[in-house]
């Protein structure tokens, strides 16, 4: 079976491991990863969406931290702030700088970011084919009221604190997806969207041109997770960047924002978690089917669990 999964990162990332658990030795699973948190930085070209995954499915995360590297040190970083050089603000591990060295090498040498994930990601043995949305810079910016800054400013410097008035995915309108996006999409046996922030991780990966066409298009069902579980989210931000566009934090507004594929939307499933379960009636009025299973995804056996009714609801 051809399972594909639309990704944001440390969500998405759990997710994926709990999913690769839960498949058999033939199922083939792609991640199609948001890359509206990317910038480049002290000349390094940051992906933390696609490192969030690949760390994690390598067993290289700091999992008490909750992103990153384990037994990470920030020796460059250091030197980076008496350069006064970077953001202060946003430290990058040394182990992690490995990474972005490496990444950004291969983009200068003319490979798009795709070709360069897949080199990347062959270190290790991840049991997940990881490919960005896209092979383009489209990079997720808030507008204040104030200023208008990249993501990570909005929600590594300020947590989140600026009131968000609205989202923009920079660059998105001309950009196209990368190479294997959409057939991974339109030949899969089952789409899932990961339980990932649906407005800085989901959204900008819909937002790419042909996306939502390919997920119309495609004879699996589509499945998503809700982020959302007794109305507020698990870590992160997504409540402030959904009241930024007008949706509440609650798991049936969430599945209403992205609609049913039969109406426009995208789903045509969506697990929310048993302590939701009175929420099913508007999502299924909707034209969703819903689903109520335990969506917390506390250890390895929890996040298996989930993936198992993930697919179940694909095939059933
Ligand atoms: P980010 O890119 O690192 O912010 O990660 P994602 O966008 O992939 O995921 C962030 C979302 O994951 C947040 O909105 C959380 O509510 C959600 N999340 C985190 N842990 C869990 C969990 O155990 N269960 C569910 N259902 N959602 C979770
Ligand atoms: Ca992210």
Same mark, same amino acid.
């Given at each position: ?20 658990? #839960? ?50 040190? %920030? ?45 990347? #990601? ?121 009241? #930024? ?44 089917? #819903? ?9 390895? %056996? ?15």
């Amino acid at each position: 079976m051809k399972i594909t999964v639309l990704s944001g990162g440390v969500g998405g990332a759990r997710f994926l491991r709990g999913l690769r658990d #839960a498949i058999s030795p033939t199922d083939e699973v792609t991640a199609v990863v948001n890359v509206g948190d990317d910038m480049w930085l002290t000349g390094l070209r940051i992906a933390p969406d696609l490192d969030s995954i690949m760390y994690t499915l390598a067993g290289e995360n700091d999992e008490r931290r909750g992103w990153g590297r384990v037994g990470e040190t %920030e020796r460059v970083s250091g030197e980076l702030r008496a350069y006064g050089v970077g953001w202060p603000w946003f430290t990058l591990g040394d182990l992690d700088i490995g990474t972005h060295l490496t990444r950004s090498h291969l983009l200068r040498e003319g490979l798009p970011l795709s070709e360069v994930t897949a080199r990347i #990601a062959s270190r290790w043995p991840l049991g997940v084919r990881l490919i960005p949305a896209t092979d383009d810079e489209v990079e997720t910016h808030v507008v204040t009221a104030e200023a208008t800054m990249h993501f990570q400013e909005w929600w590594t410097r300020h947590r989140a604190s600026i009131p968000a008035l609205s989202f923009d995915y920079r660059g998105v309108a001309e950009s196209t997806p990368a190479r294997g996006v959409l057939d991974a999409i339109t030949e899969a046996d089952a789409v899932l969207l990961a339980p990932s922030n649906p407005v800085v991780s989901i959204g900008p990966i819909l937002a790419i041109p042909g996306i939502r066409t390919a997920l119309a298009a495609t004879s699996a069902r589509v499945v998503g997770v809700s982020p959302i579980i007794s109305g507020a989210v698990v870590r992160g931000m997504a409540d402030a960047c959904l009241t #930024a566009i007008g949706v509440s934090t609650t798991a049936d507004a969430v599945a209403l924002h992205y609609g049913a594929r039969s109406n426009g939307g995208v789903l045509d499933d969506w697990l929310v978690d048993n302590s939701d379960s009175q929420l099913t009636s508007a999502i299924e009025a909707a034209g969703i089917r #819903a689903h109520v299973v335990p969506l917390w995804m506390r250890d390895p %056996e929890s996040s298996a669990t989930l993936g198992r009714h993930a697919l179940a609801a694909a095939v059933g």
